[in-house]
């Protein structure tokens, strides 16, 4: 059965860094692809930041050249690194499979961000 469990979320000053972590259970990180995911209050669940399993990236415009997608496949692990922060980061971040629409399964609970001003 596939786990996905997020942490490393917390409250940071504008301008300020989180790395965010995924442990994954059920599947092997290091053969799918997969990303990070924002849901930011009101608004919908929307990809951040996506790792093929051939190590390439993609980033959403908006946090591209701050955010950092990366994975340690003998821990099976997936992290996200957060530069610079703004308060448009602020919200719940999961980590799931990069599909090309949202997956419809293996939510976990995800972390808050939140980004003080």
């Known amino acids: 059965q596939v786990q996905l469990v997020e942490s490393g979320g917390g409250l940071v000053q504008a301008g300020g860094s989180l790395r965010l972590s995924c442990a994954a259970s059920g599947m092997i990180v290091r053969i799918n692809p997969m990303g990070w995911y924002r849901q930011a209050p009101g608004k919908q669940r929307e990809l951040v930041a996506g790792i093929t399993s051939g190590g390439g990236t993609n980033y959403a415009g908006s946090v591209k050249g701050r955010f950092t997608i990366s994975r340690d496949n003998a821990k099976n692990m997936v992290y996200l690194q957060m530069n610079s922060l703004k308060s448009e980061a602020i919200g719940v971040y999961y980590c799931?499979?990069?599909?090309?629409?949202?997956?419809?399964?293996?939510w976990g609970q995800g972390t808050q961000v939140t980004v003080s001003s």
């Open positions: 799931n499979f990069w599909t090309k629409t949202l997956p419809m399964d293996y």
